[in-house]
């Protein structure tokens, strides 16, 4: 991601692709940390960053809780249903074949994570909607227990199906809601709407909503499945963590034990872990341009 963003922004500052992953990418990924700094000092000067808590010393912490669960029966039958389809595709990739992600990969990833959700969302059985996934039975009870503590909660999905089905509960149980995703219209007078009181839930698309959004009148945040991007995660998180919050946040991972989402979980975090490294390379000493610096970016990687 870094890569592209510079290739658009300065092509070939990183170099190609290639030597960018043999001089850097690889080596961070063992725990390199000489080829974190390189690479921080590489970028540094195109680097602008201000955190939260340089401009807003007094928000309160916020606290990531995972909550795993595991699969029901259904839910098990459907996953070890997709393992033929899985097998193949790894069976593929080993033998170095041309694997097109878009049309090969990613539906069965899609497919396996739907499963995770709900199975719902893959068989189009739509009631009973309740004991047939851990995952959505601890989303729901976690939204009441919320709200019986006279608290508010956003809950995030990057699956329409599973806002619905949410929402359907929402309904039944006569909890007051918003929904924004991609479709919505009129978003800010349903964003007021929730600011003001007049619901106790929000159910938002994880990539409609993860900016110019203020839902401060909350303080719990559920991610119902995970993003591949901790980034787009977190910018999710911060409609709730934001300037005007007075409360701790509280932000749940919903996981699946033994499945994709489980490997997706340890991805994500050293993904962070590797920009964080890369980052605080790039951001620590003086901001103003020193000779090493220029010395660094002048440097070729080809």
């Excluded at 990969?105 to 909607?129: E, F, N, R, Y």
């Amino acid at each position: 991601e870094l890569w592209s963003l510079f290739d658009f922004l300065m092509k070939g500052h990183l170099g190609r692709y290639g030597t960018f992953t043999s001089v850097f990418e690889s080596s961070i990924m063992a725990g390199n940390s000489d080829a974190s700094q390189k690479l921080g000092r590489r970028i540094k000067p195109f680097l602008m960053r201000r955190k939260k808590e340089d401009v807003a010393a007094d928000l309160p912490p916020k606290i990531i809780i995972p909550e795993w669960v595991n699969l029901t029966d259904e839910q098990r039958d459907l996953y070890a249903g997709m393992q033929d389809q899985v097998k193949k595709i790894t069976s593929a990739l080993q033998r170095g074949d041309n694997v097109n992600y878009t049309t090969t990969i990613l539906p069965v990833i899609t497919k396996l994570k739907q499963i995770c959700d709900h199975p719902a969302l893959v068989t189009g059985k739509m009631t009973p909607i309740m004991e047939r996934s851990e995952k959505f039975d601890a989303a729901i009870e976690k939204i009441e227990d919320i709200i019986d503590n006279d608290e508010k909660v956003i809950v995030f999905s990057h699956f329409l199906g599973m806002l619905s089905l949410i929402e359907n509960v929402m309904i039944e149980k006569g909890i007051s809601y918003i929904r924004i995703d991609g479709s919505t219209n009129k978003r800010q007078e349903l964003i007021d709407e929730f600011n003001q009181g007049k619901a106790k839930v929000a159910i938002l698309s994880l990539m409609a909503a993860s900016y110019g959004i203020n839902l401060t009148a909350a303080n719990h945040v559920i991610h119902v499945d995970r993003w591949w991007n901790p980034a787009v995660e977190n910018q999710a998180t911060d409609r709730v963590h934001r300037i005007g919050q007075n409360k701790t946040v509280f932000v749940y991972h919903l996981i699946v034990e033994g499945t994709l989402e489980e490997k997706i979980d340890r991805l994500l975090e050293r993904k962070r872990n590797m920009a964080d490294q890369i980052v605080n390379a790039a951001v620590s000493g003086e901001s103003k341009w020193s000779r090493d610096d220029l010395m660094e970016i002048l440097k070729p990687l080809d």
